[in-house]
């Protein structure tokens, strides 16, 4: 279930946009953050809240990989599997990583502390191999940062 | 509307403003292929393969998706076309199986079709393709996701035709596919469509696939006999196996535009019911023997003049139906009413609940041809009886004789205790059916007729528009069409003086006689069927 003030951001977006269909993906956010991921049952709210319906809101889930469709770890680690970062080690990182927390891609661990995700291009090439944790960027990635990191992370 | 002048591979014609390049291609004779594009959904333009060339623009445009301009010439053909065309179908053909000798679509697949037509012949592709399990989604639809092509036109369907969101494009890149939400099956009773226009074998009809090769099939056009509306279908019949083994929708802009229900689609199985009636019948003390119908027909003649004779014609009732052609219903009242003289003449109305989805009305009454058994005067005349009174006198005990040209539930003719009452005391209980009912289980004489696939005539839908069904099955066992029927009952009763070899011959009778159908004949009806005369449209006569 939706917390009430998730819902009461939802509902404000509402009157945002010019249509409930516009509002759906600031909402979609909203509701992951709330929930830390998006359920079929969290999608229905989020649906209901917006009037629109199940496939509507699906759709749009399963289109974006921001959305996540399982629960994931309190770190979700995405690292980047296109050119400019495979060129520049990207390759490297993601097998350090799923080694160091014997994930496969998509796997949580036990604990609940990692998710890890391989993810198409994040955007920033001039600074590959890079990776980001939950919100945040890495840029210029070393081995030894990617050590450090899984470490730090709590 | 206004036109617009363009040319098409350099034929000059002239076409609507608004057209599209596909449609204004089509009216200069130049089919450009497509898979997504249909006239009846809205345009999405995913499918690229209808990329035409306009001279003076660098890049090729969706044919779908443009609309014609004055002056603008279209090249359909170049091989700047061919070249993109020839990419596109690499493309889709990336993840497609190459299954179509087992794929239920092949022999009328648009992929099969545009691939023997533009290639590649080859795949370069070298790797793993994605694989799917088949799929039950409902709407007595199997998708098969390996064969999808991501056209949409079955979400589109679904979403603008019966306007209800049921089944959706999910993911995206190469992992895009069509699907329902939440395990959650498609309920809409158009969904038989999507058969019809999934330019692949990715969803098929339950009901129909692997029965046969669509080549093996004889397409008759005619006319669904499930409700009022009257839409044009098209019968699937397999001739070596005199068996129908699909109903698919017929365009007709007029009535059912490109679609029919799902009702009309799986609704032959009845014509093949093991229970079908077969030889004419008389019941005696319990138990039913054959007759032969020569003797039938003179015998049923007899007990219907002595009891005229005795009691004269307001003791006899007829109950006509409304699933009959107009033929037939003609015939009804010509034998009945105008050669006998009897007035309870008039047949039961088959409510139904209409279901209004956004762009299709399946109609609240279950005859076809209500319309036209009242046009032609299957109704009650000067103080005749309607079928509720006719059960009522018939139970009482005044009406002595009772013609039901098709049976049924007790409930459908009145009150089922005095339904019941009125069949077991009338003298003569004659019934016309197809199959058994409570009614016939009841009658002295039962004549096995035919249905809707096994007889020419027409119907006239509740617009008032007259249209053709076609004989298409062979008739089987010693069953006889209606029509004949009630023309040997005619003959024998001495009140028909010349009788007609086919229901082409009966129609121009009806046209003389029926001021609705004035100047109407097959020929003017055709295909598409024509409209009744306006101004005598609502002048029931007899």
New interface residues.
């Given amino acids: 279930m939706l917390s009430p003030e998730a819902r009461q951001r939802i509902e404000s977006l509402k009157t945002v946009y010019e249509t409930n269909q516009s509002a759906l993906i600031p909402a979609l956010h909203v509701a992951q953050a709330d929930q830390g991921w998006l359920s079929e049952e969290t999608q229905r709210e989020v649906a209901s809240i917006l009037g629109l319906t199940a496939q509507a809101v699906r759709q749009v889930v399963t289109f974006y990989t921001m959305f996540q469709q399982k629960p994931v770890g309190r770190h979700l680690i995405q690292v980047c599997r296109n050119l400019s970062c495979s060129l520049l080690g990207g390759q490297k990182l993601q097998k350090q990583i799923q080694d160091k927390l014997g994930l496969e891609d998509g796997e949580t661990t036990q604990d609940g502390r990692f998710t890890y995700l391989s993810v198409e291009c994040l955007g920033s090439c001039g600074t590959a191999p890079v990776l980001m944790v939950n919100d945040r960027y890495y840029e210029n990635v070393t081995p030894q940062q990617v050590d450090r990191l899984l470490e730090e992370l709590k | 509307m206004a036109s617009v002048k363009i040319k098409v591979d350099g034929r000059e014609i002239a076409v609507e403003k608004g057209t599209n390049l596909i449609e204004a291609a089509k009216n200069a004779g130049v089919a450009v292929p497509h898979f997504c594009y249909h006239p009846g959904l809205p345009v999405v333009g995913v499918c690229r393969i209808c990329l035409c060339e306009l001279e003076g623009r660098p890049k090729l445009v969706a044919g779908c998706a443009t609309q014609v301009e004055e002056g603008m010439h279209v090249i359909t053909r170049s091989a700047k076309v061919a070249d993109a065309r020839r990419a596109v179908m690499e493309f889709l053909l990336i993840h497609h199986p190459l299954d179509c000798p087992m794929c239920d679509k092949g022999g009328e697949c648009t992929l099969q079709d545009y691939t023997m037509l533009m290639g590649p012949a080859r795949s370069r592709f070298k790797f793993e393709k994605i694989t799917w399990p088949e799929e039950d989604v409902g709407g007595k639809l199997v998708l098969n996701k390996n064969r999808c092509i991501l056209c949409m036109r079955c979400v589109n369907l679904c979403k603008e035709v019966a306007g209800l969101?049921?089944?959706?494009?999910?993911?995206?890149g190469e992992q895009t596919y069509i699907g329902?939400?939440?395990g959650r099956k498609i309920e809409n009773e158009l969904a038989g469509n999507i058969a019809d226009i999934c330019p692949v074998g990715a969803l098929t009809s339950k009901d129909f696939r692997f029965r046969a090769r669509p080549w093996e099939l004889t397409n008759v056009s005619s006319v669904c006999p499930h409700c009022s509306k009257g839409c044009n279908i098209t019968v699937g019949y397999h001739p070596r196996r005199n068996e129908i083994l699909r109903i698919t929708a017929r365009t007709n802009m007029d009535v059912n535009q490109w679609w029919i229900c799902d009702r009309g689609r799986g609704g032959f199985h009845f014509l093949h019911d093991p229970k079908r009636l077969l030889a004419p019948a008389r019941a005696a003390n319990g138990t039913s023997r054959p007759v032969p119908w020569k003797q039938a027909i003179l015998d049923i003649a007899q007990a219907l003049r002595d009891i005229i004779v005795r009691h004269g014609a307001r003791a006899v009732g007829v109950v006509g139906s409304g699933t009959l052609t107009n033929e037939e219903c003609y015939l009804t009242r010509a034998v009945f009413k105008d050669g006998l003289g009897v007035s309870n003449v008039d047949f039961p109305p088959r409510p139904q609940p209409e279901v209004a989805y956004k762009k299709f009305t399946i109609e609240g009454d279950k005859d076809p041809n209500a319309r036209g058994a009242a046009l032609c005067g299957v109704a009650p005349g000067a103080s005749g009886l309607g079928v509720r009174d006719m059960m009522r006198a018939a139970a009482e005990g005044t009406i002595k004789a009772l013609v039901f040209l098709r049976g049924g539930p007790l409930d459908l003719f009145g009150d089922p205790a005095i339904v019941e009452r009125a069949l077991q005391k009338v003298d003569l209980l004659l019934v016309v059916d197809f199959v058994p009912s409570p009614v016939s289980d009841r009658a002295h004489w039962v004549l096995p007729g035919v249905t809707f696939a096994e007889k020419e005539g027409t119907f006239t839908n509740s617009n008032g528009r007259v249209q053709r069904i076609r004989k298409v099955l062979t008739i089987r066992g010693d069953t006889r069409e209606d029509w004949r029927i009630l023309q040997d009952l005619g003959q024998a009763l001495g009140v028909l003086p010349v009788t007609d070899p086919d229901p082409e011959r009966i129609f121009l009778r009806l046209a003389q006689a029926v001021p609705a159908f004035s100047g109407l004949s097959y020929s003017t009806v055709g295909e598409l069927g024509a409209p009744i005369a306006a101004a005598t449209a609502d002048v029931a006569v007899g």
């Fill in positions: 969101d049921e089944i959706a494009v999910l993911s995206r329902t939400v939440d």
